[in-house]
């Protein structure tokens, strides 16, 4: 089977890259661009542990086709950090131990932050609904709801 | 950082909440866990599985796939150790069927391609001829008379004559005299409950990269609960030495009991062996679901006497766990975890491991005993209605101490049972009002935790900082645990101290992470390690002062004279003596291995509000609170974790999760849309409380934490809904269909 050139933007750089047809964008990353961050956790869109940004909207990276990604700008968890200064939602979330296993960290990190970016000052149940889609089997959810909830405030009140 | 003021018992870094030494890895997609390591050269691998639940296996073809281009290798059951007996030979039957399938999703081949679209498409063109047998999934028709018989002779000699050959092991315990004691009564209830088999739902599929080679000599990268087990299993499967083989465990993407179990790491092997190169396996979803672990199904039959004034006089009960095709459903644990939060006169127990057409059972968060809590909890709250008692005071009326002989045989030692109840009690929560259509329910749990085989190496470093290494895979935190109790020991900063989960080749033996052994074995054996560096740190000062070894003591970090009649010579720091040990004796190493046998049983007590809508059937959990006895908390963040996490897996148990087979014996619901575990918007904030009843067993009480939080939910939730429905509910999980059904046989009387 022929591999389809697709040149797109990863975190701010350019990136090429051959990819056979039935490649996910998920397979891309990890296997073709070492971008490991994301995870696969299902394969279906039910786990949000892929999740990246394509154009700035929150997508599960299985659902979507690496040759789709023509033209596009893609953001993953590795690009969420600026250097070594991590986003406060990262702070946020080593201090309140909002991760466990921490599988499930990147997609549940990049969906709020995409949150976050829509909707500054989300209500608990705003936020529980907008992470209905990134399972977690560890935490019961409890602290990691709280760790976006007060960065929320934090980002208001240094806005 | 203050320790928790309540927690404290002298200690400076115990009972503060550091943050952990893998954040920054995880929070920026930098940790990796099993699917993320590769190697030169890395072949990418399938498993072919049977559709059919159980069938003979005729013929397997593996032609057309080997002449697909970039397969590189296919093995069968033939590319395995021959003659294994016993537990080798049933984990091998599991990990590749010999001559029948017995299950949907059972492994009969695998192949190897250069990519892993490759070796999708070539498992397809592999073809296997099979003849259908008549199959068996549920617990109760697998005992009966006339259900297919899984594996003739695989009953042990505890099974009593006339029982059906399904039924291989059989467990009786109890004391007293449980007639006379129903006869005491003044109220006997009786009822029976079945709960589904439910999967741990790790967010991270299992997956390997391994190497073999034709000398023997092998590497395994693998997600995995305990590593040194991976070793013992993949050399016997593969028929090589544990010593030839090195396993190196990933970061873990949850486990809880389901990966305990290996199940793909020697089909990499076997493999490699054959393509003579590295291969890589990652389960899907859907794999994870019909071909891992899930818990056995329980049929339970509950009877419980009670006087006027709450006290139990008799108690006994039935516990039939289906296990899958093969033996080892935890019926033990079953029977002697149901009774275990009481003091009684008179009990009797009987369980029984059923063989079915399902995947294997594997340990979930401790096994077998959420099941037994639901059904006896179940019946202590509707002898409570009855009788109309407050099920707080009945259980402090009944509640086990210190002294009482177990259900399960032996006297207890320090226990906490009582002070979660009265924590309980005093908690807001209990008191809170209800609103219209909502229920409250009470319920206890118990596990035993567990020791087990240990070692632990923390080595100085030259500027005075600390490596330790243990051998017990971090599955909630325990590198920072084991990193504060080393910086009690050792009088150094937490930050000065690196834990890292050591491979097989490094560190004696080390049980699998499971029984929530972790702070309590590793956590006991790396303080005991570091007091074994200690008595070599005051070793080098009494050399260094020339006085006697027993003459130096270790305080804040330093070796000083242990009084004026030692000397007078100014504090050693441990980083000074680090700086000079080479040329005073050499490499500083404290170690420590030993099978720690005093785990400290645990218990909990939740509460919980349940809202059933009438019209749906459909359950929103409200409020929760859970009080559970931590022992010693050493990172209290991560115990409240643990007891939030345990309560959560708990509300999919009683109201989702399950696995729902058809006619055909096939897994209906192997994706998380159609086996729906809880996500945030299922969720309320989970309240804890954190008791401190000190286990006598470790040096700072420790009990471990990990699993006693997923006994009492199913049954507290089960008490709120049926008293929210005014409807007892016996059958898990009590999904919308199951609470209609209840409320409809209740109005049709």
Known sequence: ?159 | MAPDGNMTNGFKVVGTRPKRPDGIDKVTGRAKFGADATAPGMLHASIVRSPHAHAKILKIDTSKAEALKGVKAVVTRADFAEGLTGENWNILENVMASDTALYDGHAVAAVAATTALGARDAAKLIEVEYELLPHVTDVDKAMADDAPVIRAGAADKSVPEGLHPNVVRYHESGHGDVDKGFSEADLVVEDSFKTEATHQGYIEPHACLAQLGSDGKGEVWCCTQGHFNVQKVCAALVGTDSSQIRVTPSEIGGGFGGKTVVFIEPVALALSRKANRPVKLVMSRSEVFRATGPTASTSIDIKIGMTREGKITAAQGVFRLQGGAFPGAPMEFTAMCAFAPYSLENVHQVGYDVMSNRPKQAAYRAPGSPMAAFAVESVIDELCNKLDLDSIEVRLKNASKEGTKASYGPKFERIGLVETLEAAKAHPHLTSPLAEGQGRGVSCGFWFNHGGETAVSLALSEDGTVAISVGTPDIGGSRASMAQMAAEELGIPYESIRTTVADTATLGYNEISHGSRVTYASGLATIKAARDAVKKLCGRAAAKWGIDEDAVVWEDGCAKPSGPNAGDFEPLPLAKIARSMGRTGGPIVGHYEATPEGAGVSFATHIVDAEVDKETGQTKIVRYTVVQDAGKAIHPTYVEGQFQGGAAQGIGWALNEEYIYGEDGRLQNSGFLDYRIPVASDLPMIDTVIVEVPNPGHPYGVRGVGETSICPPLAAIANAVSNAAGVRLTELPMSPPRILAALDAQANG
């Open chain 1, 1 to 159: 089977m022929s591999m389809i050139h697709v040149t797109t933007t990863v975190n701010g750089d350019e990136v090429e890259f051959l990819c056979d047809p039935r490649e996910t964008l998920l397979d891309v990353l990890r296997d073709r661009l070492s971008l490991t961050g994301a995870k696969e956790g299902c394969g279906t869109g039910d786990c949000g542990a892929c999740s990246v940004t394509v154009d700035d909207r929150l997508v599960c990276s299985c659902l979507m086709l690496g040759a789709e990604a023509e033209g596009k700008s893609i953001g993953t968890i590795e690009g969420m950090a600026d250097g070594e200064a991590l986003h406060p939602l990262q702070e946020k979330f080593i201090e309140y131990a909002a991760l466990q296993c921490g599988v499930c960290t990147p997609g549940v990190l990049v969906a709020t932050e995409a949150l976050l970016k829509k909707n500054p000052d989300p209500t608990e149940t705003e936020v529980r609904y907008w992470l209905a889609g990134n399972l977690c089997r560890c935490t019961g959810y409890d602290k990691i709801i709280r760790a976006v909830l007060d960065t929320a405030a934090d980002l208001r009140k240094a806005s």
